[in-house]
């Protein structure tokens, strides 16, 4: 199996880079851990939502009459239930949204701007009822011409879908509106002077489809609102603080009124760090004063919910004949949806982030195309442009006939390496990727006729960010830990881990719990691979007051100073023979003792995590092609990343292993399909197809440790970076047994069986 | 329409329930029954985490009727464990870490068990054939064939 890390990166620790079952685990092969759509509430109404036919149409007049005649149903809200916000950017994942933006997102208000664009939500007794009532609201649309692709979404005579954009970031500012929300550029050195120091140089353009995050729980939540004011939700969320702050806002609410609570999350990937049925559950449970469930099926997933984007991406590389990256430079076009946000600007930063480069430039455009607004997907924006830049990268090795992990090796970016996004790398692990590529034994295996390898690197930044835990210490020296984040592929496990490094007990004694936005202070979501980092920081904090305080304890018992007490292996012990002699007070003889010595011990951390160290990563990967029929299958795959120091190898391979495999569907067969009306034809797992098990082989995975010196155990981000190289990787492998480069994503079968056709047929002219 | 009686058999014990036509047997567990071990992740069979064996049949249960329940043995995840003992399925997921968010999981381990008591044997190829109706966005697979695999050993005694 994987090569394992011992956790013993940053000196010997005792429960870091071990394997305990997680503390959910048995609820999960159970079916007790209760998801989004789990709970039923007492006299619970069911919500459902009306949504747009069409991609495009300017909504006249919305008639409920008929639907709140129908026996059953309690409330209908339209756009007129929600007021209207302005403009207002705040957090939300890695990116930002604008509060304009949201209310119309949940509630279409002028236009419907997509199809599947919710329109009016209706709350009965039950489902049936409620579909029932759906059919009878009668909507006076006035259909407009709709636009899908970014490039014609970006012509002068393109359909506008906000008549009032004008392009940020582009002096002067245009006086015309257009659906170019925003331009970004990040340049460093020059690379006109970088292209003429080049011998050769490549340049090609790239195209991806938008894909689904294609978690297997879909939206679900329940909103119960009280005639007080006040407020619970719960739903399945990355982010339920996050959810707090926006249904707030769109309800008009004190966030303190409002408690939310996060089920456990049936993956999220970036797409549950946004809201859809939250705000309308607790606005049809303001309006009907009973409890309202709402749940989303499979085809409102994917016609409502945020893929991610689809782009256009043209790249520019020079180098000279001896391999040494001389300049690169990059156009990018993402498609953000209905509404401004695509993540164009990390996809920019991102670019040649893995390269140690004097002269760089990209340009990133966003643009709004009558499809839903897309979101977060794990390493948002990054895989899209990392992908062209992979595939020029390897186009260049092949050229001079160099080994494309050497050239990589030559290139590669390095402690002190000035990123052209703006900061210098501290230590960072691509290079011990490089080199473990360059000696497994996976790189060397001699390939069977007709398959090919590649390899891609690819790079995330991670992030940090507000975050708050409790540990609270049970009267038989048991601690319940506290943290915000939901836990989405075993965070828990991974937090118990560093709490009892921290406290030196028994890992088995610590339960953890993701509280409500009631039991701790603001913490930010659950991505940008931020938990097992900031989470983490916030629960060694937590650990570290409650150490000051049960020190105090002990030196208040003994009667001696308190810097005379050190905290050992679970334990209050004097420090030193001039301490005095006393038997050490054990986490359960204090938690005894609380009582008499001064009460209950509750060790709090509130953070502004910062620091969060990148994350590299490089593939291998062998494919086959069947010249039939064009299917290509990965015959073996390897990833090898840096985790910092792998807090419970387990979950981190599984990071690894996830990632791949999701990369290996966006680069083989995933993507949405429009008819000429802007219809989304295939809303279903049958028709987009992610990877099934007898899709893809074992997937090995090698974990490179170089520890994050910012975090107490080096820990970093690793839950994105793996989806970032398998498209390259895998394009890479291709042109290796074909001889024929795809630049177009995804390299489904078809497209691969046309493009082996027209090869025979230039062939044969 | 007035709703439809229904005596059938869930985990071993009789159970009776009233039901719409159109509501499917996962409905019925769910709703109905609060047997909300089994997931709706599509509604049309594509995904598996509904997974549930029929007398012995493995079968998605978005895609049949509560009402088609009648007189029929229904095992679900619920009864999968045995009192406080584990099935070896989900001891062994539990320690190859098979499970990231976990809510494939009911289903792949019913998947699973189905499986193993047909081919007590299977090859890795099986495995993956078998378990291919049963979507996981997560894990890529790797460890939950290598869990199924290690517990088919297991169970053979090896």
């Known amino acids: 199996m994987a090569a394992t890390s011992n956790g013993k990166a940053n000196g010997a620790t005792r429960w870091i880079g071990t394997r305990p079952v997680r503390p959910d685990g048995v609820d999960k092969v159970t079916g007790r851990a209760r998801f989004g759509a789990d709970v039923h509430l007492p006299n619970m109404l069911v919500g459902k939502v009306l949504r747009s036919p069409h991609a495009h149409a300017r909504i006249r007049s919305i008639d409920a009459s008929a639907a709140l005649a129908l026996p059953g149903v309690k409330t209908v809200i339209t756009r007129d239930d929600f007021n209207d916000l ?45 579909r029932e009532a759906l059919a009878l609201i009668d909507v006076d649309y006035e259909v407009l011409p709709h636009v899908l692709d970014v490039v014609d979404a970006m012509a002068p005579d393109a359909p506008l879908l906000h008549e009032d954009m004008i392009t940020a970031g582009v002096e002067p500012a245009p006086t015309k509106p257009s659906n170019i929300a925003k331009v970004v550029e990040f340049k460093l050195g020059d690379v006109a002077e970088g292209f003429a120091e080049a011998d050769i140089v490549i340049e090609r353009e790239f195209s991806t489809q938008p894909v689904h995050q294609g978690y297997i729980e879909p939206h679900s939540c329940i909103a119960n609102y009280s005639e007080d004011g006040q407020a619970e939700l719960w739903c399945t969320t990355q982010g339920h603080f996050v959810v707090r702050g926006h249904c707030a806002k769109l309800l008009g609410m004190d966030v303190s009124k409002l408690r939310v609570t996060a089920s456990e999350i049936g993956g999220g990937f970036g797409g549950k760090t946004v809201v859809y049925l939250e705000p309308v559950a607790l606005m049809l449970s303001r309006k009907s004063g009973q409890p309202v469930k709402m749940t989303m099926s499979r085809e409102e997933v994917f016609r409502a919910s945020g893929p991610a984007a689809g782009t256009r991406v043209w790249v520019k590389i020079g180098m000279t004949n001896e391999g040494r990256i001389t300049a690169g430079e990059a156009v990018l076009k993402y498609q953000a949806g209905a509404f401004q946000g695509s993540p164009v600007q990390p996809g920019c930063m991102c670019a040649f982030a893995p390269y140690d480069l004097d002269h760089v430039k990209v340009v990133g455009y966003d643009v709004l195309v009558n499809r839903p607004k897309v979101a977060a997907y794990r390493a948002p924006g990054a895989p899209q442009s990392e992908f062209a830049v992979e595939s020029v990268v390897d186009e260049l090795a092949k050229r001079i006939g160099m080994d494309p992990v050497e050239l990589r090796l030559k290139n590669a970016a390095k402690q002190g390496t000035k990123a052209a996004y703006g900061p210098t790398f501290g230590p960072v692990g691509l290079v011990e990727t490089l080199e473990e590529a360059k000696a497994h034994e996976h790189y060397r295996a001699p390939l069977k006729q007709g398959q090919g390898r590649g390899v891609a690197s690819g790079f995330w930044f991670n992030i940090g960010g507000e975050t708050c835990a409790t540990l609270n210490l049970g009267e038989d020296g048991t601690i319940a830990l506290v943290a915000g984040t939901p836990d989405i592929g075993g965070s828990r496990a991974s937090l118990c881990l560093q709490a009892a490094e921290t406290l030196g007990v028994d890992v088995e004694r610590i339960r953890p719990l993701i509280g409500d936005t009631s039991t701790l202070g603001y913490t930010f979501l659950t991505g940008g691979s931020r938990t097992a980092f900031a ?47 006393f038997d050490p007070l054990s986490l359960a003889d204090l938690a005894r003792l609380a009582g008499k010595t001064g009460g209950p011990f509750v060790g709090r951390a509130q953070i502004n995590a910062q620091g969060a160290g990148p994350s590299f990563g490089t593939h291998i990967v062998d494919v086959d092609v069947d010249r039939e029929t064009g299917r290509v299958t990965i015959e073996r795959y390897t990833v090898i990343q840096d985790a910092g120091t792998a807090v419970h190898p387990s979950y981190v391979e599984g990071q690894l292993q996830g990632g791949a495999v999701q990369g290996i569907g966006w680069a083989l067969n995933e993507e949405y399909i429009y008819d000429d009306k802007g219809r989304l034809q295939n809303p279903g797992f049958l028709d987009y197809r992610i990877p099934v098990c007898s899709d893809v082989p074992m997937i090995d995975t090698v974990i490179v440790e170089v520890p994050n010196p910012t975090h107490p155990y080096g820990v970093r981000g690793v839950g994105e970076t793996p989806i970032v190289p398998p498209m390259a990787a895998i394009a890479n492998a291709v042109e290796d047994a074909l001889g024929m480069r795809f630049m177009d994503l995804p390299m489904s079968p078809p497209r691969v069986l046309k493009a082996l056709e027209d090869a025979r047929i230039a062939e044969a002219a | 329409m007035a709703k439809a009686h229904v005596t059938t058999t869930v985990n071993g014990d009789p159970v009776e329930f009233l039901c719409d036509a159109e509501q499917t047997l ?40 509560g009402v088609e329940a009648e007189g029929h043995s229904i095992e679900t995840i619920e009864g999968m464990a045995n009192g406080d003992q584990l099935h070896p399925l989900q001891t062994k997921f539990l320690e190859h870490a098979a499970l990231q968010c976990g809510v494939c999981t009911p289903g792949i381990l019913v998947a699973a068990k189905s499986l193993l008591e047909r081919n007590p044997d299977p090859t890795e190829i099986e495995v993956r054939y078998w378990l291919a109706g049963n979507l996981c966005r997560c894990t890529g697979y790797d460890k939950i064939v290598r869990a199924v695999l290690d517990t088919a050993q297991e169970m053979r005694g090896g």
């Not at chain 1, 509060?99 to 997509?114: G, P, S, T």
């Not at chain 1, 409650?546 to 420090?575: F, H, N, S, Y």
């Not at chain 2, 709706?40 to 997974?51: H, N, P, T, Y």
């Open chain 1, 535 to 581: 989470s983490g920081m916030a629960v060694v904090e937590a650990g570290k007051d409650m150490i000051r305080q049960l020190c105090e304890r002990a030196a208040k018992v003994w009667d001696i100073p308190v810097d005379a007490v050190e905290w050992a292996d679970g334990e209050a012990r004097p420090a030193g023979s001039n301490a005095g002699e």
């Open chain 1, 86 to 130: 302005s403009s207002e950017f705040v957090p939300a994942g890695e990116m930002l949204v604008n509060y304009r933006d949201v209310v119309r997102n949940v509630m279409a208000r002028e236009k419907a701007l997509f199809e599947g664009h919710p329109v009016a939500a209706v709350a009965a007794v039950s489902e049936k009822v409620a």
């Open chain 2, 26 to 65: 996962l409905d019925v567990l769910r709703d109905e029954l609060y047997l909300t071990g089994s997931k709706e992740g599509c509604g049309s069979g594509d995904c598996g985490a509904c997974s549930v064996i029929v007398d012995d049949r493995l079968v998605c249960a978005c895609l049949m009727l």
